[in-house]
């Protein structure tokens, strides 16, 4: 497994694997990999010959200067992590190999982005789609993997690809969780451990509301989740919305005939933790 710092020598490798005629795999990622991540590379491995993994923490897409700053980073640690997997290359450029002058594109994704994740992160979507399309770019996938616990990215990125028409298959893959239910996240390790024994009710509360449709309405779900999750002094929720999981417009009725996700943001002392599940008919 090499790792690559240049954009060049990355071009020359993948093209020469390409002249081969092997399927390019890619799995774009900010680093601090867990198993999450490593699932993402078993299935890339599946799909595909070749496996490029990307760590660069993009720092366009995040709206919050301390949580760049505070984004976990251990190149050492993900490098051993990715060695016994299906990843063949990482690419882990440094800033100005991405951006060498400031990327200022503005992408239209219309209501994917007026709402949850992108109402409450302004303009972070759109630095995931400059970055995610330049790496794209750089190393023309045949396929890109993609987890589903970033529910909202994974429909942005599929729009960007429709929209600037690029050649790659987008493949999104399961959440996978902690023994106790905690979606797996690199944000995970920043909880202290009072946090991280509390942040369970979020993935609790969320399976717990599935099997709470028959008796409660869609608004009165939406508030049993936010109080049940509020009561617990650790944790305080940013949203929580149920939504067309095409559209990403707010369910009204359980009979919408409709695929419904629910979809939550919560804050964990200066951590942020995400989720979603989906409400079966
Ligand atoms: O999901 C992530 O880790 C990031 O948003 C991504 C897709 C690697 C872009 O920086």
Redesign the pocket.
Known sequence: MQVIKHINDLRKILSGKREEGLIIGFV???GALHQGHISLVEKAGQETDYVVV?I???PT?FNDKGDLERYPRDLQKDVDLLAPTACQLIFNPEADEIYPEPDTRQFDFGMLEQVMEGKFRPGHFN??AQ??SR?FDIVQPDKAF??QK?FQ?LAI?NEMVRKLKLPVEIIPCPIIREADGLAMS?RNMLLNPGQRQNSVLISATLSEATNKTTELNVEELRSWVINRINKNEYLNTEYFEIVNELTFQPVMNWNDPCMKVGCIAVQCGKTRLIDNIEFKN
Request: proline share 5%; glycine share 10%.
């Open positions: 774009p990622t900010m990307s660069f923490v993009n897409q630095g995931v970055v995610v790496l993609f987890g970033d990215q990125i690199s």
